[in-house]
């Protein structure tokens, strides 16, 4: 397993301070202001080497940029040239190292929560999803479309990211809710998950594991990592209180997944990929900047992250 941290593309503390948990490896967020071109290679170059001019090794792209990926989503007339787009990005990210794409097919709502502040332990603070809460906008997505647009994408995709050796790893939708309002969400469960990276065979295909959705899915982890080992290209390393219709997010060892067990799957099914911890809580003194993705909660994940790969000699 390769450890790493989730980074803007912008210097901040948090950089530092997963170099100080002893963290050099990194999943990165490309810019999505109007001055980055996604296929200009010598901008990357520049991001990646500030990275590396720190101590960071990039190796993931997360997510894929939503300038490109509303349009595959939906499949509306820039669907072409954003793919052209993306088969760009991926001739560089080739340049630089990079091989991992993590990917979702959530059309209209990404990750989608009710509240941000819900209480964890000691006060900590925590994002969570009632369906009762949630207020839709009218928008509609039927699932047949979401499945064209997401075969029309693979199709063109995977043949490239063959060819430039970059592995597309596909996170499932969060909330795994099959109709949030009107929008259909197609990848809520095991078997279309499946489904999904089986539509192209290819081993530049495969899946995000985040263990915290497939958990809400209602599928057991003891399943669920041994039927798609060899497909696991990257790991969101969560846990999670609830199901999928009323969850909410805990520390790391504070949920309903046994965490070293899941880490145990891994291992004994083979799986060995980069891992990063995933939606924290916001600790004392903290301002609620990023719910999720705040600094401290990270520390303490990290922390978690490693003491169960060292007690499981997985270094
Ligand atoms: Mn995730």
């Keep these: 397993m390769l450890i790493c941290d989730y ?30 071109d996604v296929t200009s290679l010598s901008q990357l170059k520049n991001i990646v080497a500030r990275f590396n001019s720190r101590g960071i090794t990039p190796v993931v792209v997360e997510p894929l940029p939503n300038s490109l990926h509303d349009h595959i989503k939906t499949g509306d007339r820039l669907r072409d040239e954003s793919i052209e787009k993306f088969i760009r990005l991926m001739a560089n990210l080739r340049e630089v190292g990079i091989g991992t794409v993590c990917f979702n097919f959530m059309s209209h709502y990404g990750w989608t929560r009710t509240d941000t502040e819900l209480p964890e332990r000691g006060g900590a603070r925590v994002t969570g999803f009632r369906l009762d809460k949630f207020a839709p906008d009218g928008y509609k997505v039927g699932s047949d479309e979401m499945w064209k647009n997401y075969e029309y994408f693979v199709r063109a995709a995977v043949p490239e990211a063959e060819r430039y050796g970059i592995r597309l790893a596909l996170h499932p939708d969060d909330p795994p809710i099959e109709r949030l309002g009107g929008v259909s969400r197609i990848f809520t469960s095991l078997e279309a998950i499946k489904r999904g990276i089986n539509i192209v065979d290819s081993p530049n295909l495969g899946v ?35 199901c999928r219709t009323d969850f909410s997010e805990t520390f790391h060892d504070n949920g309903d ?59």
């Design 208 to 242: 995000t594991f985040c263990q915290a959705c497939y958990r809400l899915m209602g599928e057991r982890l003891e399943d669920a990592i041994p039927a798609l080992a060899d497909k696991i290209l990257f790991i969101h390393f969560r846990n999670v209180r609830g």
């Design 7 to 36: 980074f803007r593309s912008e210097p901040d503390p948090t950089w530092t301070l997963a170099l100080q948990c002893g963290v050099t490896h990194g999943v990165i967020r490309l810019p999505e202001d109007e001055d980055f």
């Design 257 to 315: 997944i046994d965490m070293a067990k899941a880490m145990r799957l891994y291992l004994e099914n083979g799986v060995d990929a980069p891992i990063r911890v995933d939606h924290v809580p916001t600790l004392e003194g903290e301002k609620l900047a990023c719910a999720g993705y705040d600094a401290l909660g990270r520390q303490f994940a990290l922390g978690y992250l490693k003491g169960i790969l060292d007690a499981l000699e997985m270094k």
